[in-house]
């Protein structure tokens, strides 16, 4: 088999959304719990800030395991550790069944942010397995989408069920759509028959030594940190941020859902262009240019149809992003050392996350207008977009 079948098999589309299965299960199941924060502090008399450590456990656990996931991929190969990662991501959905106490329900949740960074650190091997260089950004965007889509589900079908079939039913259907999901990935998550894994023995800390040397690859990072600091903590915090402009917490999640269905969009049309063009830095720099004049219109305006669009707007610009940092970071990386690296970059997105969500009230102080924390994020970016355009080297090697 020479190389053009190798990477030109059909099949290549079966594995790609065999991962997206999984990749949505872990998002959705992530935040099942983000629109029911107040039900459950309710439900089992526990603190607002008790209630936020079923969601913030995530990218906590994540800066923990990234690096190991990462390097067990290179390894072990994605297949092994995506599937460890949905076996364990599935059972703990399982557990979540039995809600008499909130702390187990905490364990159980704590489980699934375990398995969550061996599935989703995986998508950067898969691809550079199956796909050739030129459709590397479109397929990473492809699998981004799964992301997202599960982000949806999770926050969308979760309060409907909850108030129409109870608490418990709603862990048991989610539960079976992780359990099939799973089922999904077994079947058809398989590797490419010419994949070959690196045998060679080296700590994951002399690797990860090795990696941070490049300075390209570092600047990445950094993006990333502050990329992903900026959306989680925009999107965390929106409902607060809009309430001062008279939007009420249904329109702020109408605006958040606006978002994620512009980056649906977003996430295919952005990285499928890069692709064509054969270049990457002028479309993540297009990312955090639209983000950086999006967003203070966005936290600020009173017209919710607008506010509407301007988030439909930062989701197609800004989301695609994502998928363009996981490509750019295997090209600088190899894909020897792809999956080590996505672990990185991941790593340093969420602990970004922690760090933005964490600070955005801090910064904020006592006043009831958000303003302060807007002018934070908007500096965030600004320093964003500067390494973008300053220090990032293109990745596309022509």
């Not at 990473?140 to 108030?163: C, E």
């Not at 996430?267 to 990312?287: H, N, Q, T």
Request: with cysteine.
């Amino acid at each position: 088999m020479n190389e053009n079948k190798t990477y030109y098999n059909k099949y290549r589309w079966v594995a790609l959304m065999a991962y997206f299965c999984v990749a949505a299960m872990s998002q959705m199941l992530w935040l099942n719990f983000a629109p029911l924060v107040s039900f459950v502090q309710q439900k089992y008399q526990v603190s607002e800030l008790t209630v936020s450590s079923l969601l913030l456990s995530f990218p906590l656990l994540y800066v923990l395991l990234s690096i190991h996931s990462g390097t067990m991929i290179d390894k072990k190969g994605y297949r092994y550790v995506i599937l460890l990662g949905s076996i364990i991501t599935s059972t703990f959905a399982c557990l979540r069944i039995f809600d008499n106490n909130f702390y187990f329900l905490l364990i159980a949740q704590t489980g699934i942010a375990v398995g969550q960074p061996y599935i989703i650190n995986g998508i950067s091997k898969l691809i550079s397995d199956w796909f050739a260089k030129e459709q590397t950004a479109l397929a990473t965007g492809i699998g981004t989408v799964g992301m997202l889509i599960g982000m949806a589900i999770g926050m969308g079908l979760t309060p409907v069920l909850n108030n129409s079939i109870g608490f418990n039913q709603t862990m048991i259907v989610f539960a079976i759509i992780s359990l099939a999901l799973t089922g999904i990935f077994i079947l058809f998550g398989k590797e490419n028959q010419l994949v070959k894994h690196n045998k060679i023995i080296i700590s994951g800390m002399n690797e990860v030594k090795l990696l941070l040397k490049n300075k390209n690859l570092l600047v990445l990072f950094i993006v990333c940190f502050l990329a992903l600091g900026v959306f989680n903590g925009l999107t965390t915090w929106l409902e607060a941020i809009l309430k001062p402009n008279g939007i009420n917490a249904e329109q702020a999640g109408l605006a958040g859902a606006f978002l994620i269905i512009g980056g649906i969009a977003g996430s295919v049309i952005i990285p499928g262009l890069s692709d064509r063009f054969r270049v990457r830095k002028p479309f993540l720099a297009l990312c955090c240019l639209t983000a950086l004049l999006i967003l203070y219109p966005l936290c600020t305006l009173s017209s919710i149809t607008l506010v509407y669009l301007l988030g439909g707007l930062m989701g197609f610009f800004f989301l695609p992003g994502y998928a363009l940092l996981l490509s750019m970071c295997e090209e600088i990386a190899g894909t020897e050392k792809a999956g080590t690296a996505t672990g990185l970059l991941m790593m340093a997105g969420n602990a970004g996350a922690v760090f933005v969500i964490i600070l955005m009230p801090v910064v904020n102080g006592t006043n009831s207008i958000w303003t302060n924390a807007i002018y934070f994020i908007i500096i965030l970016m600004s320093i964003t977009l500067t390494l973008v355009l300053k220090s990032l080297k293109e990745t596309f090697a022509k």
